[in-house]
């Protein structure tokens, strides 16, 4: 048992350590500081930018957040606060469902339905000639791998408020929606951004789906409809020659800690976050 | 009674499914008089008390049947809107549900919503309404403070304050004492005395001391039915039933 | 002014309306997707032959290496990360039960690994396999795959765990037995349900993540029949098979997919059967 509890504490600190110690050869060469806001990479030459990575990252996460955000606010107000049972009967399956899907699945989809609709419907409807690997297909499936994710936290957060609260603002005169805009989602809010920032961390993190779709070209991105580069990709697609190149296997490790490290961040953040909300209570 | 009635309820009945938590409820609540409703937990007061408002509304597994007439309008099916329907009634619950915004804008929330905007205007009746609950002197340097940094016996009086500022005729209570502390209790108490002069009060408590301190009017109930109903006098000094007597005298269960 | 409202209103229920449909239709698409292009190509022989020669260029074969693999790595990864989280678990809701404070910090740590993204996991487990000289294998994905879902194993039966009221555990212990008696008798008839719960869905993260094993299992034609060796995943079948630029190999990564969307539906399906039975069964507190 307390082996057990010891590997759980531990755990984290182990992940951190054990890629750092590996990251530490190519930091012993080259500047922390240069290596992230470097965009040469060229790893036979030595050279290890990260920043093309490191934007697309942004991008991906940015551009999901603000597809995925809306939608799971107002689909968490719409089934605590108005939708009649039956849509709950069928809702909770779908989420439950939806969380469950593996990321390669999402990755085939977003070949199969995505891809196509941004380079044959979205692009020429907006007179853009794309293939549709981009940083929006990216998006668009790290969206709604996300969405599952997000709406549950997003529902026990409505779900928690008290129902005093909401009586108080309606005997003061407030409509439903004035209750709900005004009140709730106010004493909500530490919770909602809470249940972004956890969204964030997972889909910072998030590899194959978005590897499928993305382009995987190492040029900064300028828009949404340009292929980008995440982190995660970066370390997937290039284990296989990790071990021939000097250095990059350490550079990779490096990649995989920094994502560790903003992963934590925001997930601590988030956590504790929801952690002083609930003391409150 | 000689004195005007406020409220007439006739044949109330509600179910969840198939409980039925209120049975043929037929009652008058007079007017600028504290009723105090009374009887041990569960017995379907506080429900009683939301449908006087319509909270019923918002569980929509509750069903409710019969008349509630208020000012001659039927509000059970009125076609009046019920926002303006509850305006008339100001409602202070068990613990003190400050919104989530600043004392100033706690008081003034009732008064934003139904349009009314201009500052000065908002600066006079909270001031006002605030004086009122006896919270004006407390606060009055930090109006922009959150409300959620009062004491608790503050925030029941701020809410109060924010109940009173929207106008209401009648004040619906929900054992509003029952998290303060018994400075803050008294403190209340001697607010609703003092308020009856203006406002119809209907008080649920199960406080039995409480009720013999401030009750103009008494209503009994007991598993979801009024057992006994009548002036403080009547129903304190001489009760008619059998369970009355024994819930008095604090032999129950 | 009243008119303006009910126009907000409106409009705003539209939207939420919306947002509901499109996390459904989202979901439809996904099925109805793989089902349609994964339907065709599913054949017999896909799901019961290992890959014959050729069988990347389009000629016989099935991936029944990739599927046995998946099997084997996430049954043995959700047995251990079972025998690991159980008495954590346990110990949680227990023996440290008195002490809010720790096990609310142990929950902030699990809850933090859980949210460590598979891909960092996949390189940890590497990097330990290069310290240790070990070769991509089995054992090495076992072990990645294995931490990965301990956090969700511990949180999931911690989550049933707590829902057990500290009376039924006091009145357990005047009768006389010991602590750990308890632990392992009353606790787990009662919430025996909820437990499954927790391991199929730990069960389900261990057979549908790629990244993890990306870098630990390797990726072979054959079943395995020792730990040393490595072996195929169904994940990393659709991902090398569909990224082959032969229809006829693509079409087999969609008919992957769909094995793969099948079992995972059979293990949403029973979980939920086992979490409502868990529900209904479950003391109220």
Known sequence: MVIGLIVVILLPFILGIGLYLKSTMLLENQSLFKLLFSSDWRPLAGKFGFLTFILSSVWVTVVSLLIAGPICLLTAIHLTQYAKTWVLRLMHPVIDILA???????????????????????????????????????????????????????????KT????????????????????????????????????????????????????????????????????????????????????????????????LVLFIVVMLFNLGSRFAISQLEEKE | MDQKTKITISDLNLHIGKQQILKNINLEIPEKKITVILGPSGCGKTTLLKSLNRLTDLYPEMKVTGNIMIDNDD????????????????????????????????????????????????????????????????????LKDPASALSIGQQQRLCLARGLAVDPDIILADEPTSALDPISSEAIEKKFVELKQQYTIVMVTHVLRQARRIADYVVFMYLGEIIEQGTAEEVFDNPKE??????????FN | MRRLRNIEEKFFRVLMFLSTSIIVIALTLIIVSILYKGLPSLTWEMISQTPKGG?????????????????????????????????????????????????????FFLDLLWGVPSIVYGAFGFTVMIYFGLK??????????????????????????????????????????????????????????GLITSILLSFGRAIGDAASVLFTTGYTDHIPTALNQPTATLPLAIFFQLSSPIPEVQNRAYASALVLTIIILIISIASRYFSKRYQKNRIKN
């Open chain 1, 100 to 158: 469950g899907i593996p990321s390669v699945i999402f990755g085939v989809w977003g070949i199969l339905i995505i891809v196509p609709f941004i380079s044959d419907y979205l692009g020429p409807f907006l007179g853009k000639q794309v293939s549709g690997y981009s940083i929006l297909a990216g998006s668009i499936v790290l969206a709604v791998m996300i969405i599952p994710f997000i709406l549950n936290i997003l529902i026990e957060v409505f």
């Open chain 1, 161 to 256: 408020l008290p129902d005093e609260l909401r009586e108080a603002s309606l005997s003061l005169g407030a409509t439903k929606w004035q209750t709900i805009k005004l009140v709730l989602v106010r004493k909500a809010f530490p919770g909602i951004i809470s249940a972004f920032g956890l969204g964030v961390s997972r889909a910072f993190g998030e590899t194959i789906a978005v590897l499928m779709v993305v382009g995987n070209v190492t040029t900064i991105p300028k828009g949404i409809f340009q292929p980008g580069y995440p982190l995660p990709a970066l370390i997937a697609n290039n284990y296989g020659e990790m071990l021939s190149i000097p250095m990059y296997d350490s550079a990779l490790m490096l990649a995989a």
């Open chain 2, 75 to 142: 509000i059970l099916h009125t076609g009046e809107d019920i926002t303006r329907l509850r305006q008339k009634m100001g409602l202070l619950s068990q613990r003190p549900y400050p919104l989530p915004m600043n004392i100033y804008n706690n008081v003034a929330f009732g008064l934003r919503i139904s349009g009314r905007k201009k500052k000065r205007f908002l600066d006079k009746r909270v001031e006002h309404y605030l004086k009122m609950a006896n919270l004006w002197d407390e606060v009055k340097d930090r």
């Open chain 2, 242 to 251: 059998e369970i009355t007597k024994q819930y008095l005298k604090g032999t």
């Open chain 3, 55 to 107: 069988f990347y260029f389009g000629k016989e074969g099935g991936i029944l290496n990739a599927i046995i693999g998946s099997l084997y790595l996430a049954l043995a990864s959700t047995i251990l990360a079972f025998l690991i989280g159980l008495p954590v678990a346990l110990m949680m809701n227990v023996h440290l039960v008195k002490h809010k404070k720790l096990v609310n910090a142990i929950r």
């Open chain 3, 136 to 193: 991509t294998s089995l054992l090495a994905g076992i072990f990645t795959v294995t931490l990965f879902i301990i956090p969700i194993m511990v949180r999931g039966m911690d989550e049933v765990l707590k829902t057990i009221p500290r009376g039924l555990m006091e009145s357990a212990l005047s009768l006389g037995s010991t602590s750990s008696e308890i632990s392992y008798r009353i606790y787990i008839r009662q919430v025996i349900s």
